[in-house]
T-cell receptor, first 112, second 114 residues
Framework: DTEVTQTPKHLVMGMTNKKSLKCEQHMGHRAMYWYKQKAKKPPELMFVYSYEKLSINESVPSRFSPECPNSSLLNLHLHALQPEDSALYLC???????????FGPGTRLTVL | AQTVTQSQPEMSVQEAETVTLSCTYDTSESDYYLFWYKQPPSRQMILVIRQEAYKQQNATENRFSVNFQKAAKSFSLKISDSQLGDAAMYFCAYRSRGTYKYIFGTGTRLKVLA
């Protein structure tokens, strides 16, 4: 299994809602990443987990809350988002000592 | 801090022709990796090719090859025999060994003309 899966594919939420994005991989990768990508822009790193512990937080607002419950799963909990948070949210994974990342298809989030 | 620069926002190539996408980077590290990723419209980002900085030999993957010039900090991607399916946004990316942070360039949108 060489893929990263993300659910849901699309999500529309109001500014008062609470929702979660889910990412899963079964490649044995112990580093997992969340990125935010606006249209025609490169991915912006949000969080990195290594060995299920948060390694990097790129000063992301607290309305985004990551969670890594086990080595295969990565969640991103969303609360009180703003319309400017609308974007494609990408999950990726890599081996700890590996080189490239493997990306999921993304969740397209719209905040109304 | 490391930076990655892609100076061509958009490129076009005729089907079956060859095109080269440019990427330059800045780093004080000696051990790092460079990548080209492809992101077709509304589709998944996939790795096209990677290069380890300590390897002098340029990486190749079928129709894709790189010209890695370490001293010049240049990492261009050549696509030979271009196909319609090559149309996508191409991102150059950098990662220092021992870190988890990948630094992406701003991307080059490649159009393939039939």
């Amino acid at each position: 299994d060489t893929e990263v899966t993300q659910t849901p594919k699309h999500l529309v939420m109001g500014m008062t809602n609470k929702k979660s994005l889910k990412c899963e991989q079964h490649m044995g990768h112990r580093a997992m990443y969340w990125y935010k990508q606006k249209a025609k822009k490169p991915p912006e790193l949000m969080f990195v987990y290594s060995y299920e512990k948060l390694s990097i937080n790129e000063s992301v607002p607290s309305r985004f809350s990551p969670e890594c419950p086990n080595s295969s799963l990565l969640n991103l909990h969303l609360h009180a988002l703003q319309p400017e948070d609308s974007a494609l949210y990408l999950c990726a994974s890599s081996q700890i000592s590996g080189t490239e990342q493997f990306f999921g298809p993304g969740t397209r989030l719209t905040v109304l | 801090a490391q930076t990655v620069t892609q100076s061509q926002p958009e490129m076009s190539v005729q089907e079956a022709e060859t095109v080269t996408l440019s990427c330059t980077y800045d780093t004080s590290e000696s051990d790092y990796y460079l990548f080209w990723y492809k992101q077709p419209p509304s589709r998944q980002m996939i790795l096209v090719i990677r290069q380890e900085a300590y390897k002098q030999q340029n990486a190749t993957e079928n129709r894709f090859s790189v010209n890695f010039q370490k001293a010049a900090k240049s990492f261009s991607l050549k696509i030979s025999d271009s196909q319609l399916g090559d149309a996508a946004m191409y991102f150059c990316a950098y990662r220092s060994r021992g870190t988890y942070k990948y630094i992406f360039g701003t991307g080059t949108r490649l159009k393939v003309l039939a």
